[in-house]
């Protein structure tokens, strides 16, 4: 509402909004951590995503299933129905959409909705992948989620990008963080190559967006 309605920078709105969520979360759970033992006992469903099976010698999480199930409704959502054509006029130009007849208003706040939608699902995949709950969880996901998106092709600034692109800029950050991990690199290195792929992978987009013209 904040950004299709009252019109607020999308970016400004989504950093606003997580520091007020972050804050409500370390005064409602008082900065403890749940244990994995009083979730089990209280909440076992929060684990779910978190459970193991096999598939010949590899090992998976119901996490994992649920990931590609989504990314490929995405996908055949943003393929293949008028919604998806939608986001991608209103990504490009809200303002030539809406003379097309698009509902542009109604279009950000389904975007919206349905990205929060997400991420509250993702938080659940959290706990079933550590086991607690930790007020301090996932803090950094919001940059390794700009870096993955920016990697896979989406358009920061909109109406360009793919759900597979997405899927596969996440694993490359991925991978790419885990290496640094295994290497033994310093953390705060980490986040600083994260920072210099950001910038890289924006700047990438600029001139693509500049050629394309």
Known sequence: ILVAIVRLPPFIVTLGTWQIFLAANFLYSEN????GSDIADQAPLLQFFGEKFKIGGA???????????LAVV???????????????????????AELSGVRTKRVLISVYALSGLICAIAGW???GRIGS????????ANIEAITAVVIGGISLFGGRGSILGSLCGALIVGVFSLGLRMVGTDPQWTYLL?????????GIDQWIRKVAV
Do not use: K, N
């Open 32 to 35: 403890e951590t749940i244990r």
């Open 74 to 96: 995405l996908a055949y959502m943003l393929r293949y129905t008028a919604w998806g054509r939608h986001v991608y006029a209103v990504g490009d130009d809200p303002d030539a």
């Open 59 to 69: 090992i998976f999480t119901y996490g994992v299933v649920l990931m590609l199930v």
């Open 133 to 140: 709950v930790s007020p301090t969880s996932g803090q950094l």
């Open 125 to 127: 995949v959290l706990i």
């Open 194 to 202: 994260i920072g210099l792929l950001i910038i890289l992978a924006v």
